[in-house]
């Protein structure tokens, strides 16, 4: 398992240089001046325009201001944001609860809901439960969320004005962050109808978010058992006279949730996609949110280690479950 | 599929084809897709003689008029008409073009590309593979939608460039996915018997070897097709993707946004055409998913 | 059950939290997140409302709701004979923020003055450059440092500023945000604790409210200043909620969850008005939205083509689909609403056949000329694609094929400015001061071109006009000048002036005594909340 483990992370290190590459690359090549993006209606004067470029090292050689950011960067310095003057990385720990939050709720939504529907539908095939279910699932899989998310707010806040329209909590409430997770905020400051406010927020966000994770859960967790049902052992259990409900308990469902543990790691990329989308549309303060607008505001910086934060986290969390799925199924270790 | 030494040669085709034919056609669901997704062929085909009116003609005199159920609709706008006074009926079928389009173009780009690369990776191994493999990781460590939408930054706002990043962004799932299937027939008898009879590299990546994973491309192809007009719908919506007053699905339902209260139609009839377009091909995919995976198929 | 009761206990607490707590709260859906605090170096509307307009004062300021200059932070002022040295005295006894995290021990006096103005254009200032790659732009836009000769304090509470050359809208511009007044003795802490980049993220100032908190992109709270020069405001809490989309900032004002907000989309505003809850106070925009041709490039180098143009398209349906109906056809650069606007000047006037004739007469014909579009909406023009999608269909009827053409919005006035640059070029502007000055000079001067000057276009009778106007200190001296100065300009039509757009300004009806800033601030000062 240790060499396995090694292995793995001795192939992560190019990657990770290569996405440091494309980071700096990418900004390096998008139209429009960070310094004149800086400036405001009235513009800036040529003068002050070379003094800037050379205050922030765009005079140097390309390949000199590569290597000073990606030493900065290994310092733990990602630079500081060219609208707001503050440090990228301090802004990005503020934003960066919010969008977990909401892409936890959105997972926890779906594998509570997806799940069992799967299960439900595979040992019910072909039944009308099993139909409406997966077509159903089909057309959450196939739903563009930021018009989704659009017609939820208009009926549920607009037309039932159940939900609030946005924002993490009620203005009433002014709770310092600690953790930056509402949810646990509320709760460590005892303020129940803050929590339950901070909730009310989040549904509607957590279910946009959640809806595509959702349908891909229960479809592949209906395969997944089908699969299993289909097997020897299982089909032995049946024969021998087992309750089905024991055989679908103890012999399938553990099999059968191996593959679907593993998609739910490989929802991690879709899902801080996602929550761009969704956060643009219920104005959720998260990194989705911060990145579009830097990225229409032209703040250089900030895209440039926002991609690049954004890009390790994701691979952080694929290695995870590379390493998970390697744990619960010895095969792949030996490949 | 098989292993028989012998490439299968004329007769084993149809009956293959018969026997896709049959089992697609079991499923209610993907015939159903398949329908759907021959009329919107046809609509985006024929649109200029199937739509009302031409997508940019403005109607001055008809701005935001509801569809023809509501009281204050126009009856010569069946789907009503959008702030510049467009009927929406015609622009939601010339945005079949750009839909179909964008799918198609995306899915054949995607597919050379990464099909090239992942037979490269696959064939010779080595460094090769490494390299291939690398850049491939990189790509994948990138949220599809956030990538798409730097890229579309670098390159400018518009259709054309849209469908480039979005291809760029889906590529790396043909790669790995024929670099496996290459891998995996490679060192088959068929294969070596192939290498002793002479074949060049070229010879055996292409006409020996591929083949044999057509099944998982084909599927793995729809699922980009549907995809990729997700996705560029979403940039389209975020202002980065096909550019006004192209009648592109996403662009108008992002233009409209604004009139959500006001109009809702607006904005949800272009969302509910990506959505039947979408789920009419991701139905095909299913269909297809089941009528080529042998597995699946028996249990 | 257990849950239920649980539930029902919350309510009630709900319900005693909001009886205990007599605080008044006003909550404001603002636009954009605020870039910091210090609006010295700040350029966004959004950035100095969340600054300038709550945490700050400046020498002299605006009245509310109109652009006349009236004392603040300065009692009183002298301007010498020949227009080139004010004396400004100032308000004894003005007390700075007292926070958690400063407590200041002495008045605002004349060092806090002249410090507020040196660190704008004094680089051996260590204030000058206190945040990595900062920018003075206002304080350079309104070419400050060539005006401003010297800055001396003469006692403690009376401050001379003395001028290079007479500049009449100096005043005016000494109310606008950047020459707000901060904290010498604040600077001079966080210089010492080597901590100086917390002068922008907590704000000391003399301003009616005092910063309190800043959720990033989410929420900014104050409260109301005790001590407050002017007297303690009548609420006590003023929270900005952060809310960039207008469709959502028009339903969390529809569902109560704030009591003001601004920029709402023109589709907004009928479902807006409707509501019972609701007032919609509105007023004639300080802006114009227009469109430069390049009088340097043929054939738009004759004034009769650039006319023709100009009444080929149908401007109302313009105002109508793209402005929603809050916009007023623009016949001169300025609004309506400034002194010296010359409304003896006629409207254009729409007819395609005329102007094709004249077209034809001009020898133009077949004509394909790139249109520019802005790529992001502004509150002169909220919607550049469509104003260039119907232009484009109304001069394809006189047989003009526009392209349109568009860019990343940096990338867009840079290429704009370029003198070479091909096709007509929408842009506009916004006034910072209320003075024709700032519209006439900044955006067709001959100096101005390269740089704001999107038309190259340079005028001597035009430019005589104006640059007179500056240099005079009487009003109605000035106000004739800029009369003639709009006929001149629409004789030579440089560009097509499109509309000056409405702007908007829903609130609850608990709300009083809230004034529209014409400059486009939204200023909560004396604002009050009914219960």
């Not at chain 3, 003055?113 to 206190?130: A, L």
Request: hydrophobic content about 45%.
């Amino acid at each position: 398992m240790l060499t396995y483990v090694l292995r793995k992370l001795a192939l992560l290190l190019p990657t990770i240089l290569g996405i440091s590459i494309c980071a700096f690359a990418f900004v390096r090549v998008l139209p429009g001046d960070p310094i004149l993006a800086m400036a405001g209606q009235h513009g800036v004067t040529p003068e002050r325009y070379e003094i800037l470029k050379e205050q922030f090292g765009y005079n140097l050689p390309i390949w000199q201001q590569y290597f000073n950011y990606l030493w900065s960067v290994l310092r733990g310095d990602f630079g500081i944001s060219l609208a707001t003057k503050r440090p990228v990385i301090n802004e990005f720990m503020t934003l960066f609860p919010a969008t977990i939050e909401l892409s936890l709720s959105a997972m926890f939504l779906a594998v509570i809901i997806g799940i069992p529907a799967g299960i439900f539908a595979a040992v019910k095939r072909g039944s009308w439960f099993d139909q409406f279910t997966m077509g159903v699932a089909l057309t959450g899989y196939s739903m563009p969320i930021f018009w989704w998310g659009l017609l939820l707010i208009i009926f549920f806040s607009g037309y039932l004005g159940w939900t609030p329209v946005s924002g993490r909590i009620d203005l009433t409430f002014f709770l310092r962050p600690i953790t930056g997770f509402m949810l646990i905020d509320t709760l460590l400051y005892g303020n129940w109808p803050a929590f339950v406010s901070a909730v009310r927020h989040l549904i509607l966000p957590a279910v946009v978010l959640g809806t595509i994770p959702l349908a891909v859960i229960a479809r592949q967790t209906r395969s997944a058992m089908l699969e299993v049902l289909g097997e020897d052992y299982v089909r032995t259990a049946k024969a021998k006279g087992m309750p089905p409900r024991r055989v679908v308990n103890v012999h399938a469902l553990r099999n059968a949730l191996i593959p679907v543990v593993t998609t739910i790691g490989l929802q991690v990329g879709l899902l801080l996609g996602g929550a761009i989308l969704t956060e643009t549309i219920f104005t959720w303060p998260g990194i989705g949110k911060w990145m579009i607008d830097s990225i229409s505001k032209r703040d250089y910086v900030v895209v440039q280690s926002g991609l690049l934060i954004i890009a390790l986290i994701v691979m952080a969390v694929n290695l995870l479950v590379d390493l998970l799925y390697a744990l619960i199924n010895p095969r792949i270790r030996v490949q | 599929m098989s292993t028989t030494t012998e490439p299968p040669v004329t007769t084993k085709p149809v009956s293959g084809l018969r026997e896709f034919w049959y089992y697609f056609s079991v499923n209610r669901g993907a015939v159903i897709g398949l329908t759907v997704f021959a009329i919107l062929l046809i609509c985006a085909i024929f649109a200029p003689w199937i739509a009302p009116y031409s997508p940019d003609v403005q109607f001055r005199d008809a701005l935001l008029k509801p569809p023809v159920w509501d009281a204050a609709a126009d009856p010569r706008f069946l789907l009503g008409t959008d702030p510049v006074g467009r009927d929406i009926l015609s622009r939601l079928i010339h945005g079949a073009r750009f839909s179909l389009f964008i799918g198609f173009f995306v899915v054949v780009g995607a597919l050379v590309v990464g099909v090239v690369l992942g037979v490269l990776a696959g064939y010779f191994g080595g460094w090769v593979d490494a390299l291939v493999m690398r850049v491939m990781d990189i790509i994948l460590a990138f949220p599809p939608l956030l990538l798409a939408l730097v890229l579309v930054a670098i390159l400018g706002p518009g259709l054309f460039n849209a469908m480039i990043a979005i291809a760029l962004v889906l590529q790396p799932h043909f790669a790995r996915l024929v670099r496996a299937a290459v891998m995996a027939e490679k060192n088959r008898e068929y294969v070596t018997a192939a290498k002793l009879s002479g074949a060049g590299h070229i010879r055996l990546m292409l006409i020996t070897i591929l083949p044999n994973c057509l099944g998982p491309l084909i599927v793995q192809a729809t699922l980009s097709f549907s995809n990729a007009i997700l996705e560029a719908a979403a940039l389209g919506f975020l202002g980065m993707g096909a550019q006004p007053p192209t009648p592109e699905w996403g662009t108008m339902l992002a233009s409209a946004r604004e009139f959500i209260i006001k109009a809702p139609w607006v904005v949800t009839f272009p969302g509910l055409a990506i959505l039947i377009t979408v789920l009419a091909i991701n139905l095909i995919g299913d269909g297809l998913r089941d009528a080529l995976d042998p597995k699946l198929k028996r249990s | 059950m257990k849950l239920m009761k649980t539930m029902m206990a919350a309510t009630a607490m709900v319900a005693l939290a909001a009886g205990a707590a007599e605080a008044k709260q006003l909550v404001y859906c603002s636009e954009a997140s605020p870039a910091h605090f210090d609006p010295g170096p700040l350029t966004g509307g959004n950035d100095f409302d969340a600054s300038s307009q709550t945490i700050y004062n400046r020498l002299v300021e605006f009245v509310p709701g109109t652009t006349e200059v009236a004392p603040a932070l300065a009692e009183s002022w002298e301007i010498s004979d020949d227009g080139l040295e004010y004396t400004f005295h100032l308000r004894p006894g003005v007390k700075f923020h007292t926070t958690s995290y400063f407590t200041p021990s002495r008045d605002l006096n004349a060092d806090d003055v002249i410090f507020s103005f040196e660190r704008q254009y004094k680089e051996d200032n260590p204030w000058n450059q206190y945040l990595e790659g900062m920018t003075w732009d206002y304080f350079q836009g309104m070419d400050m440092p060539k005006y401003i000769k010297s800055l001396e304090k003469v006692d403690d509470l009376t401050v001379k500023l003395t001028l290079t050359e007479p500049n009449a809208p100096m005043l005016a511009n000494l109310a606008m945000d950047f020459a707000s007044i901060v904290s010498k003795e604040y600077a001079d802490k966080l210089e010492a604790d080597g901590n100086m980049a917390a002068f922008s993220t907590q704000p000391i100032g003399t301003g009616p409210f005092q910063f309190v908190d800043y959720q990033l992109d989410t929420v900014i709270r104050y409260q109301a200043f005790a001590d407050y020069w002017d007297g303690k405001q009548p609420i006590d809490d003023l929270v900005f909620a952060i809310t960039t989309d207008a469709s959502v900032r028009a339903q969390r004002l529809l569902a109560g969850e704030c009591d003001i907000m601004p920029y709402p989309a023109p589709a907004d505003i009928e479902t807006l008005k409707a509501d019972e809850n609701l007032n919609v106070m509105e007023q004639e925009g300080l802006n114009i939205g227009y469109i430069s041709y390049n009088v340097t490039e043929k054939p738009f180098d004759n004034p009769e083509v650039r006319k023709a143009l100009t009444m080929a398209i149908d401007k109302q349906a313009i105002i109508d689909a793209v402005y929603q109906g809050a916009g007023q056809d623009a016949k001169n650069l300025i609004p309506p609403t400034m002194w010296s606007y010359n409304d003896a000047i006629p409207a254009d006037v729409y007819d395609p056949e005329k102007a094709k004739q004249m077209l034809e007469e001009a020898g133009v014909t077949d004509l394909t000329t790139d249109l520019w579009a802005i790529p992001v909406s502004r509150p002169y023009n909220p919607n550049g694609q469509r104003v260039a999608e119907l232009i484009q269909s109304d001069w394809a009827k006189v047989g003009v094929t526009a392209n349109i053409v568009t860019y990343e919005w940096t990338e867009y006035r840079e290429r704009g400015k370029q003198k070479d640059r091909k096709g007509p070029f929408m842009i506009g502007w916004t006034g910072d001061n209320g003075d024709p000055d700032n519209f006439f000079a900044t955006l067709f001067s001959c100096s101005a071109i390269g740089v704001s000057n999107y038309s190259s276009w340079c005028n001597d009778d035009f430019e005589t006009a104006i640059q007179d106007a500056k240099k005079t200190a009487d009003q109605d001296e000035r106000a004739a000048l800029y009369t003639k100065a709009q006929e001149i300009f629409k004789q030579e039509e440089p560009a097509i002036t499109l509309a000056h757009s409405r702007v908007f300004m829903p609130m609850n009806k608990k709300v009083q005594n809230y004034k529209m800033s014409p400059l486009g601030s939204h200023i909560f000062k004396g604002v009050d909340i009914a219960e």
